[in-house]
């Protein structure tokens, strides 16, 4: 009798291909399966409940700002399931105890997205709390002002290019000026004087001098994918990626030479002798940064200090030229301060005492936040119950900023209106509850953005100067600009200039 035959345990590469596809899959299914299940009890889009495809689909829309504004009241709740682990809350009070000096809350790994050098942690990127208050401790001082004598005179010689740009470049001419272009050269200018002693030029040369702003501003749809979708940020900033195709500071455009500009600045600080100047680069030298930690702060100070305050120019600068009520007013308001003796470039100390522009300032960051952000923090591990609902730790709590800033409960069944009145027409206590609501739009806590002294100071000075220098009225009001809402991207933005006579 013959011997039984033995199967063959080879495998065919379809059945092995077959296998795999059967664990992908299998693997795939359980964990969008545990995703959605852990919560399911809070409601959102079905897509967002087990995969990142609906949040995705969101950042590449250039429409953030428009979709998320609407999100909680489309779900009739303050805490809505945007993806597998995220969630978006409108409620100031919930953010605020996310944000809390003392609470027990972390950063998401959303942060990390924010490394323009993806070798070095920054203030902002770094995600322990612990290293995170260290570095804002050696920062803080140099980022509020405080150890910067020079601060209110740097960002007035700017203000002051600025004007003599407007003057002799386009005022009483036939020549458009594009001032979405031109608010990102001034704050650029503010920022890198204030940041490293000198400003890069682009006023003065009336041009983007290394490129660096036109490399940004296409990098932004990329940026906001990697800020949103954990997958692609993980590939983005692994070692072996960044070993490919990460910026080198040897480039000649890009992130990649900005970061050599940076070393060539710092690098000059940090030579043996050197006397330090009193601007942020010489404050966090002398708090202990070292000096990769300021080549890669000062970085991150260029561009987040640059667009997000030219943002909140161009989105108010359209509204008040837009509004024949609050630009007549407005401009009433500088005649009057402009008799009593003001200064040129007006003071900062005096600015703040003008209450029509206080409250100009307030609405124009308020009508569109500075960044269409979800900037998250952590649930700790115990959990958290939020309006009700559980929240596991580990959750990724996130800020809807357009929904917060237009909310009618706290501003007003006019809320979607520019209306600077709405702080003036307020009592004390209500105006400065308001003011507050709008300052969530720059964090808050041990997580308040280091940088908002600068950028107020910038916005107070930059709108009282135009104004009482020039009119404006735009060239084609039935589309004023190309606005894509990524963090904010604004192109062609053509306005006409003409002198005015403010005495």
């Known amino acids: 009798m013959g011997a039984l035959p033995i199967p063959s345990l080879e495998a065919s590469?379809?059945?092995?291909?077959?296998?795999?596809l059967f664990l992908v899959t299998s693997w795939y299914i359980s964990t969008s399966f545990f995703a959605w299940y852990r919560l399911g009890h809070i409601p959102g889009p079905f897509l967002g409940?087990?995969?990142?495809?609906?949040?995705i689909r969101i950042a590449r829309s250039a429409r953030q700002e428009k979709l998320y504004r609407t999100i909680n009241d489309d779900y009739n709740s303050?805490?809505?399931?945007?993806?597998?682990?995220?969630?978006?809350?409108d409620d100031p009070e919930v953010l605020r105890r996310a944000n809390a000096v003392r609470g027990d809350y972390g950063k998401d790994g959303w942060y990390i997205s924010a490394r323009f050098n993806p070798y070095q942690d920054t203030m902002i990127t770094v995600l322990d709390k612990t290293l995170h208050d260290k570095m804002k401790a050696k920062t803080a001082a140099g980022y509020a002002g405080r150890e910067i004598d020079l601060l209110e005179p740097s960002v007035?010689?700017?203000?002051t290019s600025l004007i003599t740009l407007l003057k002799t470049s386009y005022a009483d001419t036939n020549v458009l000026v594009d001032m979405a272009e031109l608010s990102v050269f001034l704050t650029m200018d503010v920022i890198t004087s204030a940041s490293f002693g000198k400003p890069f030029g682009h006023l003065n040369a009336n041009a983007d001098v290394f490129g660096f702003i036109e490399d940004v501003r296409k990098n932004w749809p990329v940026i906001a994918l990697m800020l949103d979708a954990p997958v692609l940020r993980s590939v983005m900033f692994s070692k072996w990626f960044l070993s490919f195709s990460g910026p080198r500071p040897t480039d000649k455009r890009g992130l990649g030479q900005m970061m050599g500009i940076a070393e060539k600045h710092v690098g000059e600080r940090f030579k043996t002798g050197s006397e330090q100047q009193r601007d942020m680069l010489g404050s966090w030298i002398k708090n202990g940064m070292s000096r990769e930690e300021c080549e890669a702060e000062g970085l991150f100070a260029l561009v987040a200090g640059s667009d997000t305050t030219a943002s909140v120019i161009r989105i108010t600068l359209l509204h008040l030229i837009s509004n024949a009520r609050v630009y007549s007013k407005f401009k009433d308001v500088i005649r009057q301060a402009v008799k009593t003796g003001v200064s040129t470039p007006i003071s900062y100390a005096v600015c703040t005492k003008?209450?029509?522009?206080?409250?100009?300032?307030?609405?124009?960051i308020r009508i569109r936040a500075p960044a269409t952000g979800l900037y998250p923090k952590t649930v700790p591990p115990q959990g958290d119950t939020i309006h009700g609902l559980y929240v596991p730790g580990g959750t990724a709590i996130c800020m809807n900023a357009p929904a917060m800033l237009k909310s009618r409960a706290m501003f007003g069944a006019d809320a979607d209106l520019f209306r600077p009145e709405r702080f003036l027409?307020?009592?004390?206590?209500?105006?400065a509850s308001l003011e507050r609501e709008v300052e969530m739009a720059f964090g808050y806590g041990r997580y308040m953005c280091a940088g908002k002294p600068?950028?107020?100071m910038e916005l107070y000075k930059t709108f009282f100067e135009l104004m009482r220098n020039f009119d404006f009225e735009l060239a084609n009001p039935m589309k004023p600009w190309d606005s894509y809402s990524y963090v904010f991207v604004e192109e062609n933005m053509w306005v006409k200039v003409t002198s005015a006579n403010a005495e």
């Open 13 to 20: 590469p379809a059945s092995l291909a077959l296998l795999g």
């Open 49 to 55: 409940s087990f995969s990142y495809l609906w949040i």
């Open 78 to 89: 303050r805490l809505v399931r945007v993806g597998p682990n995220e969630l978006i809350t």
């Open 156 to 159: 007035d010689e700017q203000i």
């Open 354 to 364: 003008i209450p029509y522009l206080r409250a100009l300032i307030y609405e124009g």
């Open 425 to 431: 027409e307020a009592d004390d206590a209500t105006r």
């Open 454 to 456: 600068v950028a107020f």
